[in-house]
């Protein structure tokens, strides 16, 4: 039997050790942060909506209207007016025909596709692809087999190898640890040529990429190209809960077979009114999105004068890659002394050897917010022993020599 507490001396060791850090407040710009005000860069409030005095009178004016939860699955008598009405908005924002809400992003995608690809086929995903898109491959009990990570050739080539019983190719629009996007366009002529579903994780990109924040199949011109999109209105958006936006067919179907809609409870409605006014806000405010692209330039530029390698990161996600995880931790703990909360991002949620800060901008942050940050982010790597630019960690770079 597996002795957890050896197991999680092995991962103190490793630099692998996670701690869950206390805030007090909303998820604003700055938090209250073991009692002081730190500014935050890891979460994925990326529009600042989630204590919008509009969205909290949304969630207050549900409670009282409809009640904190749904009290059944949607099969059940779990599925109330105000999600319907909210599946519709999402289809349309997504240019799809019909959406389904589900508990959370996470959910959808382990729910979505072990619905669509079944055993004896075969389901592919990029490398890099969220851990549950990965586990929905593996929970679906085809063959599931990975492609190189924004590799369309390499993607071509795998499929050459299917025999035919490909089904799905599953992939995030844009990454959310490496802040770069899919290879869309490629990817759907694959598909359509072997006759395959695409399903698309818009997770990240809603609110953030695409045409007033429409997402990364919006950005390249795909809208009615992309079989499935999934995503959650727990970042941009504010909420919490996730979707499957899709056509109609494919929607009735998975209240037939997809196992995490049929077996849990339906998203609480005050979730729901919550999404609903942020997807309101967004669509009637589109310079929110403007914001948060030009905060991202910013914090890019600072961190690049810094000395950072930032070249890849398309949006609002800016991974700063280490390397070392015990570094990276480090790094995190000395910016936090300065008053700047980021993120260590260590394996297995990144490949070995590319442990990283991860750091993610809000459109409610200002520009001297993200300036001051990147300088203090700077001084911490250099502390930590980890030379911006360089790639490797000082101590490395002083063994080579």
């Known amino acids: 039997m597996l002795d957890l507490e050896d ?26 942060l073991d009692g002081r005000p730190v500014l935050l860069l890891c979460s ?7 204590d919008h005095p509009k969205v909290r009178q949304a969630a207050a004016d549900a409670a009282m209207r409809w009640g904190v939860g749904a009290g059944a699955a949607r099969v059940s008598c779990g599925t109330m007016t105000l999600h319907r009405r909210l599946e519709e908005r999402l289809a349309t924002f997504t240019g799809q025909r019909a959406a389904l809400l589900f508990g959370s992003g996470a959910l959808a995608n382990l729910g979505v596709i072990p619905a669509l690809a079944r055993r004896g086929e075969v389901v592919l995903h990029d490398e890099l692809a969220h851990s549950s898109i990965v586990d929905g491959c593996k929970l679906s009990g085809a063959d599931a087999m990975s492609y190189r990570h924004a590799d369309a050739d390499h993607l071509a080539w795998t499929l050459r190898q299917c025999d035919g019983r490909a089904t799905l190719i599953a992939t995030d629009g844009m990454f959310g640890m490496d802040g770069d996007v899919a290879p869309l366009h490629e990817i759907v002529a694959l598909a359509r040529r072997y006759d395959i579903r695409v399903l698309v994780d818009e997770a990240h990109a809603l609110g953030a990429l695409g045409p007033d924040g429409r997402g990364t199949v919006a950005e ?6 992309v079989d499935v999109i999934t995503g959650t209105l727990g970042k941009a958006l504010g909420s919490y809960g996730g979707f499957v936006a899709c056509d109609h067919v494919t929607a ?23 999404a609903m006014a942020a997807l309101d806000l967004l669509e009637e405010q589109p310079r929110r999105v403007a914001k948060l692209r030009a905060n991202a330039e910013t914090l890019r530029d600072a961190l690049a004068r810094e000395g950072f390698d930032v070249s890849g990161a398309a949006a609002h996600v800016i991974p700063l890659v280490v ?45 001297e917010e993200l300036r001051e940050a990147a300088t203090v982010l700077g001084r911490a790597a250099l502390r930590a022993g980890f030379r911006p630019g360089y790639g490797v960690p000082v101590a490395a770079a002083q063994l080579a020599a």
């Open 7 to 32: 197991r999680l001396d092995e991962l103190n060791q490793l630099g692998l050790h996670q701690r869950m850090r206390m805030v007090s407040g909303p998820q604003g710009p700055r938090v209250v």
């Open 44 to 50: 994925g409030n990326a529009l600042g909506l989630a």
């Open 220 to 225: 390249a011109g795909l809208q009615g190209e």
């Open 252 to 274: 009735r179907f998975l209240v037939h077979s997809a196992r995490t809609l049929l077996h849990s409870t339906a998203l609480p409605p005050v979730a729901a009114a919550a």
């Open 323 to 367: 390397g070392d995880s015990e570094r990276a931790a480090r790094m995190v703990d000395l910016a936090l002394e300065q008053d700047v909360f980021a993120e260590a991002v260590r394996p297995p949620a990144v490949p070995e050897g590319t442990a990283r800060v991860r750091l993610s901008v809000m459109a409610s942050h200002t520009k």
